[in-house]
């Protein structure tokens, strides 16, 4: 019985190295007749003999693995003599897998005739801009074989190539609005007809325009793709930009229903699958539907740009400066009935919590200098509106249907009383709630300035921190500009007051009336 099982042990053992076993056992387990040895001598073998076998059994394995051969020094524990079969074939199985392996990952690290895998080539990377630039953007001097221009006619024809392509450009991404959002989300009701014609707005009245102007500008390229006078056909062209003056002025409410409609699933997730396609260039729906504003902003420049580059005696130099200060007219018309439009949107929005907050200053206002947020020296967020003729704190909220309301905070301040204090960064905090808010536990603030009022029965101060420097000049800016214009507009209107009064005494007592207010609604800048 012996003999049967160590035989069978080395048929198992043959199998595994890849020999071939000429008389052994059969699978019946009896022994058969062997032509080479007239007997079989059976024996456990010892160690140097084992270190032996698995030594061959390495080199007939290594040939299977792209022919790496390498030899095996290691030294492996014997095998313990035993009578059972798993006895004999663990320690010889387990062992011998593990060393192929190692085998090869050695022969691969160490073995210098053997080439790695080549590895890919490494892409090069770019700085990724906020706006990722199209791909068949180029230049004039790229669509024409051979011309004898100067360098600063080279320059114009440049400019207006810009000009043409920036049409043709302006026209796909309008048309791949009306195509990818607006229909689709109609289609599958992801919103209602109303809520997209409020979004979307005149969007699709600006196509037929802007296509009018490219096949206008096209059609004065000559045969050698060189254009001559241009600025006659923008001086025609340009009235029709009046279009844009419902479009922008609608873009204040879009904007505020497209972003609450955001917060429902359906829109954001086909927003944002949207977004991810390769069409969209990885901009958002509101970025095209903000390229008409910028693209009529950009027109002035343009043609500055033509207009250096126009030699003299040229057909367009007499031209040019009219068709600039047409178009100069029409976006400064169209940047203040925006602002109006937006001065009204956020005063409707305005939640009076008590009637002494109804300052007729807000009311008179026509725009706003500015507005966004700010914190004050209690660490609470305000969102806080410079209006044309008012100072308002307000807290934000949402109405009954999600929509944001501005919850009036404290009083409002009417600019021609404000009074501004600059705290410069680095200056000692003054103590109590002002260094704790501010200050994050340092003994410095950053960003703050202070704003009052004492031209009403009480006096207010309120100190106020913006999130950068850069914001905090532009709030410091446009608060001084606020209350310069302020202070003019009363000081116009007391010069128109003062003729209605025939009686001299009359008069008089009106002015020290009107002098004593100026004196209380004197500015003080201090720094």
């Known amino acids: 019985m012996e003999v049967e099982e160590i035989c069978e042990t080395r048929t198992s053992w043959s199998q595994i190295g890849g020999t071939k076993s000429t008389d052994f056992c059969d699978h019946t387990g009896k022994k058969r007749k062997q032509d080479s040895t007239p007997e079989v001598v059976i024996r456990i073998p010892e160690q140097d003999e084992e270190e032996e076998e698995e030594h061959e059994e390495d080199s007939e394995m290594q040939p299977e693995h792209n022919g790496l051969q390498e030899p095996c020094n290691k030294r492996v524990k014997p095998v313990v003599k035993s009578n059972s079969l798993t006895g004999v074939i663990t320690p010889v199985k387990t062992p011998a897998l593990k060393r192929i392996g190692q085998s090869i990952s050695r022969s691969i690290s160490f073995r210098t005739d053997v080439r790695p895998l080549p590895t890919p080539p490494l892409r090069s990377r770019t700085k990724a801009s906020s706006f990722p630039r199209r791909s068949n953007s180029q230049c004039w001097s790229d669509t024409v074989e051979s011309h004898h221009l100067t360098a600063k006619e080279i320059k114009r024809q440049e400019v207006i190539y810009e000009l043409t392509e920036g049409e043709r450009q302006l026209i796909e991404d309008l048309s791949l609005v009306k195509k990818v959002y607006y229909e689709p989300m109609l289609k599958l009701d992801i919103m209602t007809e109303t809520e997209l014609m409020q979004i979307f707005g005149t969007l699709d009245s600006l196509i037929p325009l802007h296509e009018d102007l490219l096949s206008r500008l096209e059609r004065l390229r000559g045969s050698e793709k060189t254009v001559g006078a241009v600025a006659p056909t923008l001086m025609n062209w340009f009235p029709g930009l009046e279009a844009y003056v419902t479009y922008c002025c609608n873009q204040v409410g879009a904007k505020a229903l497209l972003d609450h409609k955001k917060q429902e699933k359906r829109v954001e997730q086909f927003l944002r699958l949207c977004q991810e396609s390769s069409f969209s260039r990885k901009l958002d729906l509101w970025n095209f539907l903000d390229l008409p504003r910028s693209r009529l902003v950009k027109y002035p420049l343009l043609l500055k740009e033509i207009q ?55 009311q008179q206002s026509r725009f706003l200098y500015c507005h966004g947020e700010l914190k004050n020296n209690k660490g609470q967020r305000l969102h806080v509106f410079l209006f044309e003729l008012a100072l308002v704190l307000t807290r934000l909220g949402e109405d009954r249907d999600g929509g944001h309301v501005f919850h009036i905070y404290r009083q409002p301040l009417p600019n021609a009383s404000l009074n501004l204090e600059v705290i410069p960064d680095g ?28 031209g009403r029965s009480k006096a207010h101060s309120h100190s106020l921190q913006a999130n950068d420097s850069f914001s905090k000049q532009q709030w410091v800016t446009c608060l001084r500009q606020a209350m310069v214009q302020s202070r003019d507009r009363r000081a116009q209107s007391r010069q128109s007051v003062a003729p209605l009064h025939s009686d001299p005494a009359v008069c008089h007592i009106a002015d020290l009336s009107l002098n004593s207010d100026a004196e209380m609604a004197d500015v003080t800048i201090r720094y």
């Open 308 to 362: 250096k580059c126009t030699p003299a005696e040229h057909p367009d130099e007499f031209t040019l400066p009219d068709a600039l200060e047409l178009i100069q007219s029409i976006v400064a018309e169209v940047n203040k009935k925006t602002g109006e439009a937006e001065c009204q949107f956020y005063r409707r929005g305005l939640n009076y919590l008590e009637d002494c907050q109804r300052l007729p200053e807000i």
């Open 427 to 454: 200056e000692a905090a003054g103590g109590g709630s002002f260094r704790g808010a501010f200050t994050g536990g340092n003994d410095k603030v950053k960003n703050c300035f202070r704003v009052s009022s004492r």
